[in-house]
């Protein structure tokens, strides 16, 4: 796998693809997901895709394991919404050491 491969050069954004893309199917339902979480979603869990709960759950774990920095996760939040159209701003993909 290119990830483990590339775990020296890139070692926590490797760790991050790893995650993400290891994440099994669940059949699971989403207020136990979420209850065991520890985090209670009654009107906003409905609204959630898969892909958005997956998403949260990793940069939950990767912000805990300090592979992110919470600055980079408002930074990225904060952005504007793209249509297909739009081409991404220079730098956007940038991650900050510090």
Known sequence: MWWVEQCKSFPNLSQM??????IPAMSIDV????SHGCLLLSHVHSQLSSQST????????WSE?????????????TLPDLTE????VDGWDKISST
């Open 85 to 88: 159209d739009d081409e991404m």
């Open 17 to 22: 693809a790893i995650d993400y893309l290891t």
């Open 31 to 34: 207020e136990r997901l979420f």
């Open 65 to 77: 394991l300090d592979l992110i920095q919470n600055d980079n996760m408002h930074n990225v939040t």
């Open 54 to 61: 997956c998403a949260l759950l990793c940069l939950g774990l």
